[in-house]
């Protein structure tokens, strides 16, 4: 994604999560609207970090800093592992993303049953549904 919209570093989020490295120098801000903030190093603990306090309170800090009207935190499939699940204390609210070339109506159901002690689903997006 960094590559994508012509960023070519960006920071180590896990480890920045973990260590409460103060990640405003990654934000990268497009306008007066936008802020993004891409991750280049796959992380195995991940999901570890995700339900660290140190993460919560830097996210929130962060979020509190730039004073976003709407934040996107983009994570895993849920149903590929515990990462998506472990960001969900993050979050207010969800937008599930579903791949129309391969998500079935019972991996709906699936996702449906993993979060409904959650946050509330805003909506479903499919993507690809033409292929």
């Not at 012509?6 to 801000?29: M, Q, T, Y």
């Not at 709407?70 to 472990?86: A, F, K, N, R, W």
């Not at 993050?90 to 991996?107: A, K, N, Q, R």
């Amino acid at each position: 994604m960094i590559q994508m919209i012509g960023l070519f570093e960006g920071p180590n989020l896990g480890k920045a999560l973990r260590e409460s490295i103060d990640l405003r120098s990654a934000a990268v801000r497009f306008g007066d609207n936008l802020v993004f903030i891409g991750n280049t190093v796959q992380d195995s603990l991940a999901a570890e970090t995700l339900q660290e306090p140190n993460a919560a309170v830097s996210v929130a800090r962060l979020i509190e800093d730039l004073a976003p009207d709407v934040t996107l935190l983009l994570l895993p499939p849920i149903l590929e592992g515990d990462t998506g699940l472990s960001g969900l204390g993050m979050v207010e609210t969800l937008l599930m993303v579903s791949d129309g070339t391969s998500t079935i109506p019972s991996d709906l159901r699936r996702c449906d049953r993993l979060i409904e002690n959650g946050p509330p689903v805003l909506g479903v997006v499919l993507v690809d549904a033409e292929q």
